[in-house]
């Protein structure tokens, strides 16, 4: 089964290129388009796509609101992958903090595009860690959110869950992982469930954001 794909952007040449770029592989559809973030919810329960794109910036309903919509109201909601043109903007952080699964610039390459697609379907790693380590360095509250350290003390988190979270925070995969500790990646992927579950974590993402944000990590 193709990755389905729903591109929302208020720019119809940077949907269309993302479109031709998308559609060129055997393993991607793109099954709808929306110019803002107002008509995504419907959308995304008349076509249940996989992966969103979505710009950070709309006029109507910006992609942080879109965001925290599509994933307070769609029961099973996709992955949300953030298109901007700045890594660096605060918008893109807090795309992430409501809930977006990764981000993508707008002069990425063709491969670049296809590889964040198939990553953020397959989340089995974090999309650009570094990216994600400096915005958190610049946009995070450097240890001092109240919430986030009270969710990490509540978590209880095991030695070997610990370990594994702060290899996820360095971008590692659940393959990197297993090599990394010796161990299976059915092991693995037994931790990265524990970890996102007690940190009631949608996804890795999430978990380093909060993992950032309690100074459990720390960005720098």
């Not at 006029?59 to 609101?65: N, S």
């Not at 964040?116 to 380590?133: N, T």
């Amino acid at each position: 089964m193709p990755v389905t794909v729903l591109l929302v952007d208020d720019e119809p040449l940077v949907r269309a290129g993302l479109r031709a770029v998308l559609e060129a592989q055997p393993d991607i559809e793109v099954v709808g388009e929306a110019a803002d973030g107002a008509a995504v919810i419907p959308l995304v329960r008349q076509l249940r796509p996989d992966v969103v794109a979505m710009d950070v910036r709309m006029p109507l309903l910006d992609g942080i609101e879109a965001t925290r919509a599509v994933l307070r109201t769609v029961d099973d909601p996709p992955k949300i992958l953030v298109v901007t043109t700045f890594e660096n903007d605060e918008y893109v952080y807090e795309a992430l903090r409501a809930g977006a699964d990764g981000f993508l610039l707008k002069r990425a390459r063709p491969a670049e595009i296809v590889h964040a697609v198939r990553l953020v379907a397959e989340g089995e790693s974090l999309l650009f860690p570094a990216s994600v380590r400096q915005l958190a360095a610049q946009y995070g509250d450097d240890g001092g959110n109240r919430a986030a350290r009270a969710v990490m003390e509540r978590a209880q988190l095991t030695e070997r869950e610990a370990e594994v979270l702060r290899l996820m925070a360095r971008g590692l995969s659940n393959a990197e992982i297993a090599a990394r500790l010796v161990v299976g990646t059915e092991t693995v992927k037994s931790h990265v469930s524990a970890v996102l579950a007690k940190l009631g974590a949608r996804d890795r993402t999430q978990a380093v954001i909060a993992a950032y944000e309690s100074g459990f990590v720390a960005p720098a």
